[in-house]
Nanobody
Framework: QVQLVESGGGLVQAGGSLRLSCAAS????????MGWFRQAPGKEREFVAA????????YYADSVKGRFTISRDSAENTVYLQMNSLKPEDTAVYYC????????????????????WGQGTQVTVSS
């Protein structure tokens, strides 16, 4: 089992940047594929980005492609989401998720593929 704690959210002006962090407990971080999702008020939680166990494979939602970058640091048991050129429509609570996998290259984009979730961190982008 893994516990996830997000941080790094806040208030930023449109065009600005933020870096979210998700710290994972335990010694088995390398067994997990990781993902970021977000949920805006009144909307369903949606996929943002995913990264494989190895870190070699990543995938992004079309809405953030070219602006957001997901990465992971196994030494720090942390996954990051670098968010650049932020837009007001990026405003949401951002959640980190983890799924144990035997594959070093697979990543997951659906909510029901993930068993473990963090508590979320608020990102607000002002216009």
């Amino acid at each position: 089992q893994v516990q996830l704690v997000e941080s790094g959210g806040g208030l930023v002006q449109a065009g600005g940047s933020l870096r979210l962090s998700c710290a994972a407990s335990g010694r088995t971080f390398s067994r997990y594929a990781m993902g970021w999702f977000r949920q805006a008020p009144g909307k369903e939680r949606e996929f943002v980005a995913a990264i494989s166990r190895s870190g070699r494979n990543t995938y992004y939602a079309d809405s953030v492609k070219g602006r957001f970058t997901i990465s992971r640091d196994s030494a720090e048991n942390t996954v990051y989401l670098q968010m650049n050129s932020l837009k007001p429509e990026d405003t949401a609570v951002y959640y980190c998720a983890a799924e144990v996998t035997a594959s070093g290259t697979d990543y997951y984009t659906r909510r029901n593929e993930y068993d473990y979730w963090g508590q979320g961190t608020q990102v607000t982008v002002s216009s």
